[in-house]
């Protein structure tokens, strides 16, 4: 089984305005398409964040031959 890519052509047009916002015209399932790859990329983010956060906080966990001495000390 291999993937086979899709190409998306979509007329799009983008004005950017002095205050900084943006005004996008697009056909609505492309906006929806783009909206949910933003979401699955924010997801996936998040989930590499958390990741790493619990493989730190395992590393910094003392070992319980430490425990052990503080409690006796």
Same mark, same amino acid.
């Given at each position: &089984?291999? #993937?086979?890519g899709? =190409? @998306?052509?979509? &007329? @799009? *047009?983008?004005?950017?305005?002095? #205050?900084? +916002? ?11 398409? $783009? +909206?949910?790859? =933003? &979401? ?6 998040? #989930? ?8 730190? =906080?395992?590393i ?5 031959? +430490?425990? $052990?001495a503080?409690?006796? *000390?």
């Open positions: &089984m291999t #993937d086979q899709r =190409t @998306v052509v979509a &007329m @799009v *047009s983008v004005k950017a305005f002095d #205050d900084g +916002h943006l005004e996008v015209n697009a056909p609505k399932d492309f906006l929806l398409v $783009m +909206h949910l790859l =933003t &979401m699955a990329q924010k997801t996936l983010l998040e #989930d590499e964040l958390r990741r790493q956060k619990q493989e730190q =906080t395992v910094q966990r003392p070992g319980l031959r +430490h425990v $052990m503080l409690a006796k *000390s």
